[in-house]
């Protein structure tokens, strides 16, 4: 029997009930009290449907089959063959993905030599790298393959192919194996690799394994071959390279007619060139000095050969993909793995055993340094402080510092709102000291914000009572990223924090109907998901959060005021790693991303939409002082007040969607418009959206750069 297709002695006859013939077929194998009949379907539909995403509708439709094992006497009833690949592989996602998966099915893989080769072939099949498997080996199992072979006693003196395909049937009576049951001969040789998309060879002939080589070499077949001793993989790419020397030319110009019919002891010459007798382990080849004396022929383990199956599965798992793998040869050596043993680093204790310095925070007591002291105190994006602050006499001048800003900042619009913020703070800071002077703030449009002066506040004799009694909440005023706990906002608090935002010009929406808000939420995640997966806005949120321990914590986000729990902030340096968002991005994936933003958003006792008419300097940065006026006025009535930053919050047209991300630019648009569509928000400039809640206090606040650190011409803050 050669090149035999299933039904066969390897194969599973797969039956289908609304067959009439097929039918009668079930009714006679289940009416058979030698035959064993197994029904598990219920728990395979149960799987199916668990699937996520969800399987396409027509899957559910698709009938269920029977599948008789003669070799075994049992019928088994199982999902029809798309259902049945979908359940079987879905474990395997996302290392392989579903579409990888679809494509891998077109693949036909050949494995000549099933003792090695059991093991690869069965890892080939069980991974589904593969829609069609050939088998050739004319040997059959004996007692002594089975220190390496799995097989079992029942399996001895069946063919090794035969053996092979009748395992890889259990595991999926819908892959199609082809058994070359007599091995390959000159006339067969052509049949087994025709339409081969990978060659796996593993035969003990070494005139074969050059015949085998010829073959893939004429076909432009990539080959695999995995020695276990040492964890020998090597792959020879005869689909690139065409002319590429057979066993990357360590046999020089032998032939197989030169190896044909040597004895053990007169292979071991050409096998040693193959295995390269320095790299052999020492076991390996003081055991080759005995073959013919006190070995039979050379020692293979069980392990070594698992561990070559799997190493197989990755190559060719990387030449499916179409991912690059040259040719040449490496070793996995277990040993010298297992020599290199290391003591992983001990956890340190968690954030909470580490002392919170909040010195930064107490008010110098120079009246003109309180005032340079709150301004420094003003929020901004990821605090990464974006201003620069420097005395011109008795003028506080600030300005956009642009080596701190990032491309959510567009056009500097989040800088200039955190400059009104500063401007609001050191307002109140010299009304307290008597020292208010006159205030005056760049006119113009945002073309020139980065190259002139945006705000200079002049001390003077004056006071603004009003700002005065701000003061100390100035000094307190902090973001709190604390899920709320409940509860609303009720008429008279909404009316106090409106006229707070008109008080300085601004206007606010505030969302208080929950359905709206938990909308909002999902838009704002879906923004962060992006935020997340676009390279340069990933690489810059990540450069705003820092570590304790690691970073300085004068400027970005001390992670600890992200009021995340252990299992979050591991999952946040995971959040870190770029080839991890890089896949999700691949994937189009990723919706875990947004959760933070989407159950915190879902605990607010109201959104806080701030907005501003016009586009000008000045506009930003009144809207930053109205942002002030805001957040003290709602964080004295008890409030937590935690902004947000959608990504799209200050572009305005499509370029600057587009200055935001080139592969998600017009999404963030469908999010903006979105947003502004469910809010109500209109044609008006956005300032910020902050998330309102009652909440227990912020554990921690982000600390600030020493002012002598924002001077014009200190732009790192060092």
């Given at each position: 029997?050669?090149?035999?297709?299933?039904?066969?002695?390897?194969?599973?006859?797969?039956l289908?009930?609304?067959?009439?013939?097929h039918?009668?077929?079930?009714?006679?194998?289940?009416?058979?009290?030698?035959?064993?009949?197994?029904?598990?379907?219920?728990?395979?539909?149960?799987?199916?449907?668990?699937?996520?995403?969800?399987?396409?509708?027509?899957?559910?439709?698709?009938?269920?089959?029977?599948?008789?094992?003669?070799?075994?006497?049992?019928?088994?009833?199982?999902?029809?063959?798309?259902?049945?690949?979908?359940?079987?592989?879905?474990?395997?996602?996302?290392?392989?993905?579903?579409?990888?998966?679809?494509?891998?099915?077109?693949?036909?893989?050949?494995?000549?030599?099933?003792?090695?080769?059991?093991?690869?072939?069965?890892?080939?099949?069980?991974q589904?790298?593969?829609?069609e498997?050939?088998?050739?080996?004319?040997?059959?199992?004996?007692?002594?393959?089975?220190?390496?072979?799995?097989?079992?006693?029942?399996?001895?003196?069946?063919?090794?192919?035969?053996?092979?395909g009748?395992?890889?049937?259990?595991?999926?009576?819908?892959?199609?194996?082809?058994?070359?049951?007599?091995?390959?001969?000159?006339?067969?040789?052509?049949?087994?690799?025709?339409?081969?998309?990978?060659?796996?060879?593993?035969?003990?002939?070494?005139?074969?394994?050059?015949?085998?080589?010829?073959?893939?070499r004429?076909?432009?077949?990539?080959?695999?071959?995995?020695?276990?001793?040492?964890?020998?993989?090597?792959?020879?790419r005869?689909?690139?390279?065409?002319?590429?020397?057979?066993?990357?030319?360590?046999?020089?110009?032998?032939?197989a007619?030169?190896?044909?019919?040597?004895?053990?002891?007169?292979?071991?010459?050409?096998?040693?060139?193959?295995?390269?007798?320095?790299?052999?382990?020492?076991?390996?080849?003081?055991?080759?000095?005995?073959?013919?004396?006190?070995?039979?022929?050379?020692?293979?383990?069980?392990?070594?050969?698992?561990?070559?199956?799997?190493?197989?599965?990755?190559?060719?798992?990387?030449?499916?993909?179409?991912?690059?793998?040259?040719?040449g040869?490496?070793?996995?050596?277990?040993?010298?793995?297992?020599?290199?043993?290391?003591?992983?680093?001990?956890?340190?204790?968690?954030?909470?055993?580490?002392?919170?310095?909040?010195?930064?925070?107490?008010a110098?007591?120079?009246?003109?340094?309180?005032?340079?002291?709150?301004?420094?105190?003003?929020?901004?994006?990821?605090?990464?402080?974006?201003?620069?602050?420097?005395?011109?006499?008795?003028?506080?001048?600030?300005?956009?510092?642009t080596?701190?800003?990032?491309?959510?900042d567009?056009?500097?619009?989040?800088?200039?709102?955190?400059?009104?913020?500063?401007?609001?703070?050191?307002?109140?800071?010299?009304?307290a000291?008597?020292?208010?002077?006159?205030?005056?703030?760049?006119?113009?449009?945002?073309?020139g914000?980065?190259?002139?002066?945006?705000?200079?506040?002049?001390?003077?004799?004056?006071?603004?009572?009003?700002?005065?009694?701000?003061?100390?909440?100035?000094?307190?005023?902090?973001?709190?990223?604390?899920?709320?706990?409940?509860?609303?906002?009720?008429?008279?608090?909404?009316?106090?924090?409106?006229?707070?935002?008109?008080?300085?010009?601004?206007?606010?929406?505030?969302?208080?109907?929950?359905?709206?808000?938990?909308?909002?939420?999902?838009?704002?995640?879906?923004?962060?998901?992006?935020?997340?997966?676009?390279?340069?806005?990933?690489?810059?949120?990540?450069?705003?959060?820092?570590?304790?321990?690691?970073?300085?914590?004068?400027?970005?986000?001390?992670?600890?005021?992200?009021?995340?729990?252990?299992?979050?902030?591991?999952?946040?340096?995971?959040?870190?790693?770029?080839?991890?968002?890089?896949?999700?991005?691949?994937?189009g994936?990723?919706?875990?991303?947004?959760?933070?933003?989407?159950?915190?958003?879902?605990?607010?006792?109201?959104?806080?939409?701030?907005?501003?008419?016009?586009?000008?300097?000045?506009?930003?940065?009144?809207?930053?002082?109205?942002?002030?006026?805001?957040?003290i006025?709602?964080?004295?009535?008890?409030?937590?007040?935690?902004?947000?930053?959608?990504?799209f919050?200050?572009?305005?047209?499509?370029?600057?969607?587009?200055?935001?991300?080139?592969?998600?630019?017009?999404?963030?648009?469908?999010?903006?418009?979105?947003?502004?569509?469910?809010?109500?928000?209109?044609?008006?400039?956005?300032?910020?959206?902050?998330?309102?809640?009652?909440?227990?206090?912020?554990?921690?606040?982000?600390?600030?750069?020493?002012?002598?650190?924002?001077?014009?011409?200190?732009?790192?803050?060092?």
């Amino acid at each position: 029997m050669n090149a035999a297709v299933g039904p066969a002695p390897w194969s599973a006859e797969i039956l289908r009930g609304e067959d009439p013939a097929h039918a009668a077929r079930i009714a006679q194998l289940t009416a058979d009290p030698a035959i064993e009949v197994l029904d598990s379907l219920d728990g395979q539909w149960g799987e199916l449907r668990k699937i996520l995403p969800a399987a396409e509708p027509d899957l559910y439709d698709e009938a269920a089959r029977w599948a008789y094992y003669p070799w075994r006497r049992t019928l088994v009833r199982i999902l029809g063959p798309r259902g049945f690949r979908l359940v079987r592989l879905d474990r395997n996602r996302n290392k392989i993905t579903r579409e990888e998966q679809d494509a891998f099915a077109g693949k036909v893989l050949g494995v000549v030599g099933l003792s090695v080769g059991h093991a690869i072939a069965h890892t080939m099949a069980l991974q589904g790298l593969c829609g069609e498997i050939r088998l050739a080996d004319f040997d059959t199992i004996e007692l002594s393959n089975l220190n390496r072979i799995p097989a079992s006693i029942l399996d001895l003196d069946v063919n090794k192919a035969v053996v092979v395909g009748r395992r890889i049937a259990e595991l999926d009576p819908y892959l199609r194996v082809v058994v070359f049951d007599e091995g390959l001969t000159d006339d067969s040789m052509a049949d087994f690799v025709d339409g081969l998309d990978i060659l796996i060879e593993e035969c003990d002939s070494l005139d074969m394994k050059l015949l085998v080589r010829e073959a893939a070499r004429k076909q432009r077949i990539p080959l695999i071959m995995e020695t276990s001793d040492r964890g020998l993989l090597d792959v020879e790419r005869y689909d690139l390279e065409p002319d590429r020397p057979l066993f990357h030319g360590l046999l020089g110009d032998t032939t197989a007619s030169d190896l044909r019919g040597l004895s053990t002891h007169d292979k071991v010459p050409h096998v040693l060139r193959i295995l390269e007798p320095a790299e052999l382990s020492a076991r390996m080849a003081a055991s080759m000095t005995e073959v013919d004396q006190t070995l039979k022929t050379w020692p293979q383990l069980g392990g070594d050969v698992t561990l070559g199956a799997a190493s197989v599965a990755a190559a060719v798992t990387r030449i499916n993909r179409g991912a690059p793998l040259a040719s040449g040869r490496t070793r996995i050596d277990m040993d010298a793995v297992l020599d290199a043993l290391v003591q992983p680093p001990l956890p340190t204790g968690t954030y909470d055993d580490l002392d919170v310095d909040d010195t930064w925070l107490k008010a110098p007591d120079d009246a003109r340094a309180a005032v340079a002291h709150a301004a420094g105190l003003a929020p901004s994006g990821g605090n990464t402080q974006p201003w620069t602050m420097d005395w011109d006499d008795d003028d506080l001048v600030i300005g956009v510092q642009t080596s701190r800003t990032s491309k959510m900042d567009v056009h500097y619009r989040g800088s200039l709102v955190g400059i009104g913020a500063a401007l609001y703070n050191a307002q109140a800071a010299a009304s307290a000291h008597g020292i208010l002077g006159a205030a005056q703030v760049a006119e113009g449009d945002l073309a020139g914000a980065a190259s002139r002066p945006v705000v200079r506040l002049s001390l003077g004799a004056g006071a603004d009572p009003d700002l005065a009694a701000r003061y100390p909440a100035v000094l307190t005023r902090s973001s709190n990223r604390q899920f709320g706990t409940g509860g609303t906002i009720d008429a008279d608090l909404a009316a106090r924090l409106t006229a707070a935002a008109a008080s300085r010009g601004a206007t606010l929406h505030l969302v208080l109907d929950r359905a709206v808000i938990e909308a909002a939420g999902e838009l704002i995640a879906e923004s962060d998901r992006m935020r997340y997966l676009d390279e340069i806005l990933h690489r810059q949120m990540m450069s705003e959060l820092s570590w304790p321990g690691l970073d300085n914590l004068d400027v970005g986000l001390d992670v600890r005021t992200l009021e995340l729990d252990e299992s979050d902030l591991a999952k946040l340096g995971v959040a870190k790693r770029r080839d991890v968002m890089a896949y999700l991005d691949e994937w189009g994936v990723g919706r875990a991303l947004g959760d933070v933003a989407r159950e915190r958003i879902a605990t607010a006792a109201g959104l806080a939409i701030l907005t501003v008419t016009g586009n000008q300097i000045a506009d930003y940065v009144r809207g930053g002082q109205a942002l002030q006026e805001l957040w003290i006025t709602a964080q004295a009535a008890g409030l937590g007040v935690h902004p947000t930053s959608p990504v799209f919050l200050y572009a305005e047209d499509p370029e600057d969607f587009a200055s935001l991300s080139e592969k998600y630019a017009g999404a963030l648009r469908d999010l903006s418009g979105a947003f502004r569509e469910l809010c109500g928000i209109g044609n008006e400039t956005f300032i910020l959206i902050l998330r309102l809640s009652w909440a227990p206090a912020a554990s921690i606040r982000s600390r600030r750069l020493p002012i002598d650190a924002l001077a014009a011409g200190n732009p790192e803050g060092t």
